[in-house]
């Protein structure tokens, strides 16, 4: 065997082993594909949406302080059909602060006033509670920090508000720093079909 | 009044206190916080007041009767609300659609292609600098570095190790098809298509040459970096990391964010790279070390000239990676950037279409001797 048809032959071998493993290894990963790359809260993990957490000091900021983007891609989300409306918001106001005079709570929960509260419907102008209120989440303000998304949920709460993951800001970043910080492993890469507004499982103790 | 005082102040007291529901409908839980303080338990009292007043009266008038029946269990819908009320549109935004994954595939296909046409046929520098540029923004800047082949490794490696570690597709054709096209051509896609070899690609000023052994031993780390990499990518899950994504050098300048010390990290290869060619494409990057394993077998290599050797050496000059050897293109570490097509005086002669200037012997000259001064002018 002369060298050069030595060395054609180690090239073809090498070019069917790469080959065969590339077409092998793509095999085995293509039974596991996903259609979908994105990043999704599963709301039955999230402490903050899921029930069990108490108080706005316990409230988990990782959302709000580990994505790598300036402000958050996970915001908080009002889902206005679920939402009940009611004149003192517990996600709105502090409840814990002194009444006001108009009988409201004097101080706002989001630390940025990312929520936009107005009476909507037939308004009654002598009695606020007899009013539909209606909460919109200015979402160029809100930074998913969970404090509004901790309160409304039952008992306060009918759980209308959840952190999600806004995808148009969302980076799809392979490693999401978010999800290695997650203390529940909420953040997830979702599979064929993401269902962030999925029931939760588990009721309020 | 007397037993509605008494249910009152039941009310609050279940209600602040022992914070039960109350009723078995369970309608006033919701609203146990707001009446931590007396104004409220005022308000409150005169508000069931209200309501129970209302009931009795309702009976007798009809113009009295008035929904006090919030907070209520179950969201009130547009039709209870009136005025025509209409429901704002809740602000999912649905994900990345298939359609926008299969033109980052697209994309990356073409780039490869464009890359290969480059360095095999097209033999055009100009083509790869159009490539790398357009790579760099839509791969770098705009798609913000992710998903590329680089980190798309990690995924591989922990899909095959666990079963239940998803993988979504678009990283599956990322991983495989710079492969695929390395076998074919060799490493087109380092040439034009990565992101991170292209911002590196356009630092390079004032290249030097490094000795070929420190080329050598310093591309070994290329390994270490892979094993650890796919080490920690299958471990099981709480242990799993992903450090080629956790310690990404340029993701940090793509994206004008992430860990300080990371894109210091980045800046500074990038000023390195002014002069060391390319530092974290020959001496850092693990895909760069499947790839260069890969390309030794690749189908058609790159050829410095476009028909025959003539040992001139300009192109070792002109390499700004080290990977000519010899005056030969060394398979692997051949970044397929077409910069010794420019200094190569063949190509100039074939490819440029000056063949007037004919290549071969040179036509000699009848140089005319200079002429005599002449010498005896004032003998």
Not at chain 2, 4 to 14: D, F, I, P
Not at chain 2, 20 to 45: D, M, N, Q, T
Not at chain 2, 92 to 108: E, I, S, T
Not at chain 2, 300 to 327: H, K, M, Q, W, Y
């Amino acid at each position: 065997m002369s060298d050069s048809t030595r060395r054609e032959f180690f090239e073809r071998a090498g070019q069917a082993v790469c080959l065969t493993t590339l077409v092998g290894a793509a095999g085995l990963v293509v039974r596991r594909s996903w259609a979908l790359d994105a990043w999704a809260i599963d709301p039955n993990r999230c402490v903050n949406i899921r029930l069990g957490v108490n108080g706005p000091q316990s409230v988990c900021q990782k959302c709000a302080e580990t994505c790598v983007l300036s402000l958050s891609a996970v915001r908080a989300v009002n889902d206005h059909s679920q939402c009940g409306r009611c004149c003192i918001c517990p996600a709105y106001f502090d409840v814990q602060s002194t009444v006001g005079p108009d009988g409201l709570p004097s101080k706002k929960l989001c630390p940025r006033d990312a929520i936009v509260r107005q009476p909507i419907g037939e308004v009654d102008p002598y009695d606020p509670l007899n009013n539909y209120y209606e909460y919109l989440i200015d979402e160029e303000k809100c930074n998913g920090c969970g404090r509004c998304v901790m309160e409304c949920k039952d008992p306060a709460g009918l759980g209308s508000i959840r952190l999600e993951v806004r995808y148009d800001l969302c980076l799809r970043c392979n490693r999401c720093s978010i999800a290695e910080e997650c203390p529940e492993t909420a953040l997830q890469r979702c599979g064929a079909d993401p269902q962030p507004r999925s029931p939760l499982v588990s009721a309020h103790a | 009044m007397r037993p509605q005082a008494e249910h009152c102040w039941k009310l609050s007291r279940s209600l602040a206190i022992a914070r039960r529901p109350i009723g078995a409908s369970g309608r006033w839980r919701r609203r146990e916080r707001v009446f931590s303080s007396p104004a409220s338990l005022v308000l409150f009292c005169t508000f069931i007041l209200g309501a129970v007043l209302g009931s009795t009266l309702a009976s007798t008038s009809a113009a009295q009767e008035v929904n006090y029946s919030r907070p209520v269990a179950a969201a009130p819908q547009p039709e209870s609300i009136g005025a025509d009320y209409q429901l704002p549109a809740v602000q999912h935004v649905p994900p990345r659609g298939q359609g926008q994954y299969a033109l980052d595939v697209v994309l990356l296909v073409a780039a490869m292609a464009a890359v290969a046409y480059a360095c095999h046929r097209g033999r055009r520098r100009m083509l790869v600098t159009a490539t790398t540029l357009l790579a760099l923004g839509y791969f770098g800047f705009w798609r913000q570095g992710c998903v590329c082949p680089i980190g798309a490794t990690q995924n591989v490696a922990a899909s095959l190790a666990d079963p239940t570690v998803g993988i979504p597709w678009v990283v599956i054709a990322f991983f495989f098809l710079p492969l695929g096209a390395t076998l074919l051509f060799g490493r087109v896609f380092c040439g034009g298509a990565c992101a991170l070899g292209a911002i590196q690609d356009v630092v390079v000023l004032r290249p030097v040459q490094l000795p070929l052994w420190v080329d050598r031993w310093l591309g070994k780390f290329r390994y270490v970096y892979l094993a650890a990499a796919v080490w920690f990518a299958v471990q099981p899950a709480p242990a799993r990391d992903f450090i080629i994504c956790r310690f990404d050098p340029f993701i940090g300048v793509f994206r004008l964010s992430g860990t300080p010390w990371v894109i210091g990290v980045g800046v500074g290869l990038l000023a390195l790279g002014t002069f060391i060619g390319r530092p974290y494409c020959r001496f850092l990057c693990p895909y760069g070390g499947l790839l260069a394993v890969v390309s030794r077998f690749a189908w058609r290599a790159v050829s410095i000239t476009p028909d025959r050797e003539i040992d001139c050496r300009l192109c070792s000059t002109a390499c700004p990676f080290g990977a000519i050897e010899n005056c030969r293109a060394s398979r692997t570490a051949c970044l397929a950037c077409a910069r010794c097509f420019a200094s190569c005086p063949r190509q100039h002669a074939v490819w440029n279409g000056e063949t007037a200037c004919n290549i071969g012997p040179a036509p000699l000259v009848e140089l005319s001797p200079p002429p005599r001064e002449p010498e005896e002018v004032l003998v």
